[in-house]
Structure formats: structure tokens, C-alpha cells
């Protein structure tokens, strides 16, 4: 009985050619943005809830991830319409510089249209894409009136006298 013989150089280049027709994907473990303290503030400052006025609108979070990111990759942090839809989700903030960082911190600001008390963030990525779990909801308010209220007790626009109590 005569032996098959093995063609080596045959055998390489099928397992090389097999190699590169074959898609490796990477994936990506995405956690829920958490808030984390703003380093231009002093003092612990992570927000329980966001409220924004003209002269204060910058947030911070932190974002996780596990998983092989590829070097084209952009993370971008969305935030949900107030009741936590996802639907048609707003652009916070994307990173394209932390593609080796498993752990990492980036500001956003809110729109001027935010208001309500069920906001949700996530965190997608572009390359591989991948999106992550929603955070718990959160109350936040853009105040967009930043001027003193004047209220009359009777709407004329006069202000009451006040008399001491001493």
C-alpha cells in the first residue's frame, strides 16, 4: 500500500488564503456611562441630576469598556428623549482617542431643550459597532431663563411694600 503523500507548500497557502478570506470581528462590551466629577470644579461634584443654565453646561462621565476596539473606532455618547427612548437618540459627545483606554472620562454639554426626569445616556461604538446598556434615568433641566421674576400680588406689576416686623 502506497502512502498519500502531503504537499506542504500547497497545504500553507490554502491555511494562509483560508486566513485571509476569513472575517475576524472584533466585539466590544459597552457598560452604562456613569457621571463623574467635572475636574474644572473643586471638591467632589458627581451629579445626581444635570441642571444647565447660560453660564453652566458642562457634565462629565465615565465610560467602560472590555473588547478589542479597531484603531478607526469612535466612541459617541447619546442621550434618550425625556421619557428614556432611544429612538432618535441625541449626540452628546464622540471619542475617537481612546481606542486603547478601557476606561476613560469625556464631558458634554446639555441641549437647551433639555427638560425632564428621565433622561438615559449609552455609549455606541462606531468600529466595531457595538451599543451599549442605558443608564438609570436622570432628571435634567436646561434653564433658559436666567433674568429676575418680578410678581405683583394683583399682576399690575408693582411691588407689595413691606412693613418691619419689629
Given at each position: 500500500m502506497r502512502q498519500k503523500r502531503i504537499n506542504i507548500p500547497r497545504t500553507i497557502l490554502t491555511a494562509f488564503l483560508v486566513l485571509l478570506t476569513t472575517q475576524i470581528s472584533?466585539?466590544?462590551?459597552?457598560?452604562?456611562?456613569?457621571?463623574?466629577?467635572?475636574?474644572?470644579?473643586?471638591?467632589?461634584?458627581?451629579?445626581?441630576?444635570?441642571?444647565?443654565?447660560?453660564?453652566?453646561?458642562?457634565?462629565?462621565?465615565?465610560?467602560?469598556?472590555?473588547?478589542?476596539?479597531?484603531?478607526?473606532?469612535?466612541?459617541?455618547?447619546?442621550?434618550?428623549?425625556?421619557?428614556?427612548?432611544?429612538?432618535?437618540?441625541?449626540?452628546?459627545?464622540?471619542?475617537?482617542?481612546?481606542?486603547?483606554?478601557?476606561?476613560?472620562?469625556?464631558?458634554?454639554?446639555?441641549?437647551?431643550?433639555?427638560?425632564?426626569?428621565?433622561?438615559m445616556m449609552r455609549v455606541r461604538s462606531t468600529s466595531p459597532a457595538s451599543t451599549g446598556t442605558a443608564s438609570p434615568g436622570y432628571s435634567m433641566y436646561f434653564l433658559g431663563f436666567d433674568t429676575n421674576l418680578h410678581m405683583s400680588p394683583d399682576g399690575d406689576g408693582t411691588t407689595p411694600k413691606f412693613t418691619s416686623l419689629r
Open positions: 472584533a466585539q466590544i462590551a459597552l457598560q452604562a456611562p456613569v457621571p463623574a466629577d467635572n475636574p474644572n470644579l473643586t471638591g467632589t461634584n458627581t451629579w445626581p441630576r444635570a441642571c444647565a443654565d447660560t453660564d453652566f453646561n458642562e457634565f462629565f462621565v465615565t465610560i467602560e469598556w472590555a473588547g478589542a476596539a479597531n484603531s478607526d473606532n469612535t466612541f459617541i455618547l447619546e442621550l434618550s428623549d425625556p421619557n428614556g427612548s432611544f429612538g432618535t437618540p441625541l449626540e452628546l459627545s464622540t471619542v475617537s482617542d481612546q481606542n486603547n483606554n478601557n476606561e476613560f472620562t469625556t464631558s458634554f454639554n446639555l441641549p437647551q431643550n433639555t427638560r425632564g426626569a428621565n433622561y
